[in-house]
């Protein structure tokens, strides 16, 4: 007994972690429909839509128990119905108010909190309603929708699932009953033995249901005609009308009209199939013969399994082990050529070997593609954010997506939706202009804000772009000095694009007033932070006048990577290979030193070098010693890495190391080599920003290494040995 109890508490837990994942996807589509609605009044399509999703979401909460939600999308769900009502011009405002108190509902639910107000939404609804009553008084309802339409139990949608799934034809039975019949009771049991006599009874209303029943429910698997299962429903005395709709299977290009090929990648925020009643729709208009709209939930097999990510994580932490496996077996071959090169077997050894690799590759592509996700997933909730942050400021704003197809890490998308909407906020509310403002400029009225992402190299390039006044740098130093965020001695030392960086700051702000939207010195802040949590960089590029471009660039995966490894003062370090353009060999009396900051001249340019460790002193002429210049190509600039040797390429797995280990923002990770040794991985964009500090600060030791301190006048343990670096 207590076996049985167990899993049923188990299904209802699954149950409505299902019911929570779709949800979401409910919502984003009742938000996306409304927000059409509001920008094309009177198309039936978005209206449809609206419909849709909301009797959906009713369907799905009834299903889980959470009455109160079911039952806020059934009184939404009977108002646009009315014809009256659906037309008005507040359906979409409406909508929306109701997707958020849906979504703050959801989370209580989840958290088991207190549930919401109801009341102000329950009032909007009932003032939509309102507009739907006749001169007469009475509300006109939609002919086509009868309000008896029950939904199906489980066991009853199993039923009519699998009978589809078997071939069988199924046809939902809709009969209204004469409300002057004198014995409803028996009525409805001859009904029943009416339908039950044309074929297999899959679903009927319950035996023990009392009181006024205008209209009876029923599916049955026959081999009849709808005609002829009509005709049988028609019962003198009894029945006044039937009508008789078949029911069809569902495809999924159906059920979710806007995935896309990479969105049915499995995902654990993407739901596959609602689980919502089949009687999503109402029976047809006209009692003729008729095809339903199709099931909403999902009847037969499905080429789509919901995985947790975690073992997604899983499989690719193992991935990673046989990578690193793989390159034992690299290495013990290697060794064995050397001492037995004439050997027989070294021939199968080479050929097992590359089989290996490309199999391992292969695997290593396909697990990848699990965790990418399209950007899109992220893109999506923008423009209702655009929306209301645009009303709240009094602006008018267009707002347009590129790049949305651009895939990410699913850990990374999640990771960046909140310093996002800080940007998307952030250009509405300081960026783009007033409408009067904007024609004074001789700028459109309406502002332009832009979302792009697109891949450069091993990164995922996300920018937010408007087309307002700009950021004006003296303005921010200003600030910035008036907050006592930095020293006038500092300011003055500032380039203009670290002046830009200080709004980053915490703590910083330049509005002038304290509002809902902003004053109050919190937000960008948080794009910092998280930034440097992914390894990430943002950069700004602003024109006053004419706009401002928030570039974020995140690696495209935490993962793995094919590094180029090289040494300094005897120690493994690693970057990626594709951010390397070229690698120059130079002595040291061929670097020069100007303004502060070492440069070599390489060919018919000046490049810029930046030093990782120290001169090396082994007792020749320093001047005479050579070193290897990696040429690196990141966030638009150009520079050269010293390094002391180099050791190869090698496939990478990256493993993330804690603040206890690293604290150096200069190390992105670690990884293990074949022979057991490992190696640190170097964060380009991190090296980036402090080349740049280096350049614009002439009191700093631009020729000392980046990867070493001193500490009373005797190196200290860097980085790699667990120290500051």
Same mark, same amino acid.
């Given at each position: 007994?207590?076996?049985?109890?167990?899993?049923?508490?188990?299904?209802?837990?699954?149950?409505?972690?299902?019911?929570?994942?779709?949800?979401?996807?409910?919502?984003? /589509?009742?938000?996306?429909?409304?927000?059409?609605?509001?920008?094309?009044?009177?198309?039936?399509?978005?209206?449809?839509?609206?419909? @849709?999703?909301?009797?959906?979401?009713?369907?799905?909460?009834?299903?889980?128990?959470?009455?109160?939600?079911?039952?806020?999308?059934?009184?939404?769900?009977?108002?646009?119905?009315?014809?009256?009502?659906?037309?008005?011009?507040?359906?979409?405002?409406?909508?929306?108010?109701?997707?958020?108190?849906?979504?703050?509902?959801?989370?209580?639910?989840?958290?088991?909190?207190?549930?919401?107000?109801?009341?102000? #939404?329950?009032?909007?609804?009932?003032?939509?309603?309102?507009?739907?009553?006749?001169?007469?008084?009475? %509300?006109?309802?939609?002919?086509?929708?009868?309000?008896?339409?029950?939904?199906?139990?489980?066991?009853?949608?199993?039923?009519?699932?699998?009978?589809?799934?078997?071939?069988?034809?199924?046809?939902? *039975?809709?009969?209204?009953?004469?409300?002057?019949?004198?014995?409803?009771?028996?009525?409805?049991?001859?009904?029943?033995?009416?339908?039950?006599?044309?074929?297999?009874?899959?679903?009927?209303?319950?035996?023990?249901?009392?009181?006024?029943?205008?209209?009876?429910?029923?599916?049955?698997? =026959?081999?009849?005609?709808?005609?002829?299962?009509?005709?049988?429903?028609?019962?003198?005395?009894? $029945?006044?009308? /039937?009508?008789? /709709?078949?029911?069809?299977? +569902?495809?999924?290009?159906?059920?979710?009209?806007?995935?896309?090929?990479? =969105?049915?990648?499995?995902?654990?925020?993407?739901?596959?199939?609602?689980?919502?009643?089949?009687?999503?729709?109402? %029976?047809?208009?006209?009692?003729?013969?008729?095809?339903?709209?199709?099931?909403?939930?999902?009847?037969? %097999?499905?080429?789509?399994?919901?995985?947790?990510?975690?073992?997604?994580?899983?499989?690719?932490?193992?991935?990673?082990?046989?990578?690193?496996?793989?390159?034992?077996?690299?290495?013990?071959?290697?060794?064995?050529?050397?001492?037995?090169?004439?050997?027989?077997?070294? &021939?199968?050894?080479?050929?097992?070997?590359?089989?290996?690799?490309?199999?391992?590759?292969?695997?290593?592509?396909?697990?990848?593609?699990?965790?990418?996700?399209?950007?899109?997933?992220?893109?999506?909730?923008?423009?209702?954010?655009?929306?209301?942050?645009?009303?709240?400021? &009094? +602006?008018?704003?267009?707002?347009?997506?590129?790049?949305?197809?651009?895939?990410?890490?699913? !850990?990374?998308?999640?990771?960046?939706?909140? %310093?996002?909407?800080?940007?998307?906020?952030?250009?509405?509310?300081?960026?783009?202009?007033?409408?009067?403002?904007? $024609?004074?400029?001789?700028?459109?009225?309406?502002?332009?804000?832009?979302?792009?992402?697109?891949?450069?190299?091993?990164?995922?390039?996300?920018?937010?772009?408007?087309?307002?006044? !700009?950021?004006?740098?003296?303005? *921010?130093?200003?600030? /910035?000095?008036?907050?006592?965020?930095?020293?006038?001695?500092?300011?003055?030392?500032?380039?203009?694009?670290?002046?830009?960086?200080?709004?980053?700051?915490?703590?910083?702000?330049?509005?002038?007033?304290?509002?809902?939207?902003?004053?109050?010195?919190? !937000?960008?802040?948080?794009?910092?932070?998280?930034?440097?949590?992914?390894?990430?960089?943002?950069? #700004?590029?602003?024109?006053?006048?004419?706009?401002?471009?928030?570039?974020? @660039?995140?690696?495209?995966?935490?993962?793995?990577? +094919? $590094?180029?490894?090289?040494?300094?003062?005897?120690?493994?370090?690693?970057?990626?290979?594709?951010?390397?353009?070229?690698?120059?060999?130079?002595?040291?009396?061929?670097?020069?030193?100007?303004?502060?900051?070492?440069?070599?001249?390489?060919?018919?340019?000046?490049?810029?070098?930046?030093?990782?460790?120290?001169?090396?002193?082994?007792?020749?002429?320093?001047?005479?010693?050579?070193?290897?210049?990696?040429? #690196?190509?990141?966030?638009?600039?150009?520079?050269?890495?010293?390094?002391?040797?180099?050791?190869?390429?090698?496939?990478?797995?990256?493993?993330?190391?804690?603040?206890?280990? #690293?604290?150096?923002?200069?190390?992105?990770?670690?990884?293990?080599?074949?022979?057991?040794?490992?190696?640190?991985?170097?964060?380009?964009?991190?090296?980036?920003? @402090?080349?740049?500090?280096?350049?614009?600060?002439?009191?700093?030791?631009?020729?000392?290494?980046?990867?070493?301190?001193?500490?009373? !006048?005797?190196?200290?343990?860097?980085?790699?040995?667990?120290?500051?670096?």
């Amino acid at each position: 007994m207590s076996s049985s109890s167990d899993h049923g508490d188990d299904r209802n837990a699954e149950l409505r972690q299902l019911f929570f994942e779709s949800a979401q996807e409910l919502l984003q /589509a009742l938000n996306e429909q409304a927000m059409l609605l509001e920008k094309s009044p009177g198309l039936e399509e978005p209206l449809r839509g609206i419909r @849709r999703s909301v009797h959906t979401l009713k369907g799905d909460a009834a299903a889980c128990g959470y009455r109160e939600l079911s039952e806020l999308a059934h009184e939404l769900e009977d108002v646009l119905m009315l014809e009256a009502s659906a037309a008005a011009a507040s359906v979409p405002d409406v909508a929306l108010r109701a997707a958020d108190i849906f979504a703050a509902m959801l989370d209580a639910y989840r958290l088991g909190k207190k549930l919401p107000n109801l009341q102000p #939404i329950r009032q909007a609804i009932a003032e939509l309603a309102s507009q739907s009553v006749s001169e007469e008084g009475r %509300p006109q309802r939609r002919s086509k929708v009868h309000p008896e339409a029950r939904r199906w139990t489980e066991y009853e949608r199993l039923a009519i699932g699998k009978a589809l799934q078997q071939g069988k034809s199924v046809y939902r *039975v809709s009969v209204q009953l004469d409300p002057q019949c004198g014995m409803p009771i028996a009525a409805r049991q001859m009904v029943k033995a009416a339908i039950a006599a044309t074929g297999e009874l899959l679903a009927a209303p319950a035996d023990g249901s009392t009181g006024p029943v205008q209209w009876l429910e029923f599916a049955v698997a =026959s081999e009849r005609s709808a005609r002829d299962l009509r005709d049988r429903c028609r019962i003198p005395t009894i $029945a006044l009308n /039937a009508r008789v /709709a078949k029911l069809r299977r +569902k495809s999924r290009q159906q059920a979710h009209p806007k995935s896309t090929e990479t =969105s049915r990648q499995t995902s654990p925020t993407t739901p596959t199939t609602s689980i919502a009643s089949v009687t999503a729709a109402a %029976p047809p208009q006209n009692p003729g013969d008729g095809e339903a709209p199709a099931s909403p939930f999902a009847t037969g %097999p499905d080429n789509v399994l919901r995985v947790d990510a975690e073992k997604i994580d899983n499989v690719l932490n193992l991935v990673g082990e046989l990578i690193l496996a793989k390159s034992m077996l690299q290495q013990t071959y290697s060794e064995f050529s050397d001492r037995f090169s004439k050997d027989a077997l070294h &021939g199968k050894f080479s050929d097992a070997l590359a089989f290996q690799a490309r199999v391992l590759n292969d695997l290593q592509r396909s697990v990848m593609k699990i965790r990418m996700v399209p950007v899109d997933q992220l893109f999506r909730r923008f423009p209702r954010v655009v929306r209301d942050v645009a009303r709240q400021c &009094g +602006k008018e704003v267009d707002f347009v997506v590129k790049g949305e197809d651009t895939d990410l890490d699913k !850990g990374i998308l999640d990771a960046i939706a909140e %310093p996002l909407t800080h940007l998307v906020r952030n250009a509405i509310g300081h960026g783009i202009e007033g409408g009067d403002e904007r $024609a004074r400029a001789g700028k459109p009225r309406h502002g332009r804000l832009q979302l792009n992402a697109y891949h450069q190299g091993n990164q995922v390039v996300i920018e937010v772009s408007d087309d307002g006044h !700009g950021i004006d740098a003296e303005k *921010v130093r200003q600030r /910035a000095l008036a907050q006592q965020l930095l020293t006038p001695e500092q300011a003055s030392r500032l380039s203009e694009t670290e002046t830009l960086n200080l709004i980053f700051n915490a703590g910083f702000s330049t509005a002038e007033e304290i509002t809902e939207l902003s004053g109050r010195g919190v !937000g960008l802040d948080v794009v910092r932070s998280v930034l440097d949590r992914l390894k990430g960089t943002a950069q #700004i590029e602003t024109v006053t006048g004419r706009g401002t471009t928030f570039r974020l @660039r995140l690696p495209l995966t935490l993962a793995i990577i +094919k $590094a180029l490894l090289f040494r300094v003062e005897e120690r493994l370090y690693a970057i990626p290979l594709n951010a390397v353009a070229e690698i120059a060999r130079a002595r040291e009396e061929d670097i020069r030193q100007v303004e502060q900051y070492e440069v070599l001249q390489l060919r018919n340019e000046v490049l810029p070098l930046l030093r990782l460790g120290r001169p090396r002193g082994d007792g020749r002429d320093p001047a005479a010693q050579k070193v290897f210049a990696l040429v #690196i190509h990141t966030d638009d600039k150009k520079f050269g890495l010293i390094v002391d040797a180099l050791e190869g390429e090698d496939e990478l797995v990256i493993k993330a190391l804690d603040d206890q280990s #690293i604290s150096t923002e200069l190390v992105s990770g670690a990884s293990i080599l074949g022979n057991g040794r490992v190696v640190l991985i170097l964060n380009l964009s991190a090296l980036v920003e @402090r080349f740049m500090q280096l350049r614009s600060n002439p009191q700093a030791e631009c020729s000392a290494g980046l990867l070493w301190t001193t500490a009373g !006048g005797s190196p200290r343990r860097h980085a790699a040995a667990g120290g500051q670096a």
